[in-house]
């Protein structure tokens, strides 16, 4: 946020806490007089002009439709949620539902019910994004089956085993062997799929001349850990609550967000997004780069679980959605999640 903005008198960020919080409940611009009767401070409507002819400097606020009263723009947003807003408490209630839903055995397979539940106690749309753990391999092991084929054991620290048969042309002769053993025989402990493959490529360099060109393709075919394409899981809930609650949100900005989901732009940018915070994220319109439409917002905490899952949870909904009510919402879900 721009040092200049977060800088503003004490008394502009109470006049514009006030036409903010009137905004998102009424959608309707306030003008000065209205604001002169809402606020404590004892100030005449020529008085919040001036300091309103301020707060628009800024680019907070932009005058309504015919109409002399001004509204927040979608900076002025962002700046109220970063800086201005005062989350509400979660009810006893509330609390109670998320952590029944949170009860879960496997996050991974559970998304529905996290979904599920966000939909019902925010009424707008919800998401869940597990970026899967990648586990370290513990063991490599690897047998001769006939003079063309050589079957590889690979065991990760999780228990998942997975076998890899590499036949090639060539003769397999005792001095392949003895490479492949020398390499493995270099474990002092666990190591990624990524530290492997480096691995591999400095033991085939180092060695040079001592290994045989088929011992080089036994052990770059046999140990080629498999990444995957999609390390992440990306699930979405409740899109036609956007369009039933009407504020704000049409079809067009739907269509718009359900395109991004369906080609996974929207899990690349959530995913960059998370490695550069903690807690809970607001992004709204056109302020942010998830949307390219300036009606929708987006409330989004991550979470971390003791056994290593990372990723998020979140709602999106219309820019007037009530912030003060969700945010601790998701923040409690994703705490609750967390703990796990």
């Known amino acids: 946020m721009n040092k200049k903005i977060t800088d503003i008198g ?8 006030s036409l903010v919080e009137s905004y998102l409940k009424t959608g309707e611009p306030m003008g000065s007089k209205a604001l002169s009767s809402k606020i404590s401070y004892k100030l005449s409507p020529a008085t919040i002009r001036n300091v309103l002819n301020e707060i628009n400097f800024h680019g907070l606020i932009q005058k309504g439709h015919f109409s002399a009263g001004s509204i927040p723009t979608d900076l002025g947003l962002q700046f109220y949620t970063h800086a201005l807003l005062e989350p509400g408490s979660i009810s006893k209630s509330e ?8 009860k ?16 019902g106690l925010s009424k707008q749309a919800s998401l869940v994004i597990n970026n899967e753990k990648i586990t370290k391999i513990r063991k490599i092991d690897f047998h001769k089956i006939d003079n063309h084929k050589v079957i590889f054991i690979i065991e990760h620290e999780d228990g998942y085993t997975s076998n890899r048969i590499v036949e090639i042309d060539e003769n397999i002769q005792t001095e392949d062997l003895n490479s492949i053993g020398n390499f493995i025989n270099k474990f002092s402990k666990s190591m990624s799929p990524t530290e492997i493959q480096n691995n591999i490529k400095i033991f085939i360099k180092s ?3 001592q290994i045989t060109n088929t011992s080089k393709k036994l052990l770059l075919k046999g140990i080629k850990i498999e990444k995957s394409q999609n390390t992440e899981t990306f699930f979405v809930r ?44 607001i992004f709204i319109g056109s302020n942010t780069n998830f949307f390219k439409n300036t009606n929708l917002s987006m409330i989004l905490s991550n979470y971390k679980t003791k056994n290593g899952l990372t990723g998020a949870i979140g709602v999106i909904g219309p820019k007037r959605i009530d912030y003060q009510r969700i945010v601790p919402i998701v923040s409690y879900m994703s705490e609750t999640i967390s703990k796990k």
């Open 207 to 209: 060695a040079r001349n």
């Open 238 to 281: 409740g899109l036609p609550n956007l369009i039933k609650n009407n504020l704000e949100t049409d079809l067009d900005s739907i269509n718009e967000l359900l395109s991004d989901i369906e080609t996974g732009k929207m899990a690349n940018k959530m995913i960059k997004a998370l490695k550069k915070s903690k807690g809970v994220q």
């Open 95 to 102: 609390k109670e539902i998320i952590e029944k839903s949170s």
């Open 104 to 119: 879960m055995n496997n996050l991974l397979n559970e998304q529905e019910i996290i979904t599920n539940t966000l939909n």
């Open 10 to 17: 004490a008394r502009s960020k109470v006049i514009f806490k």
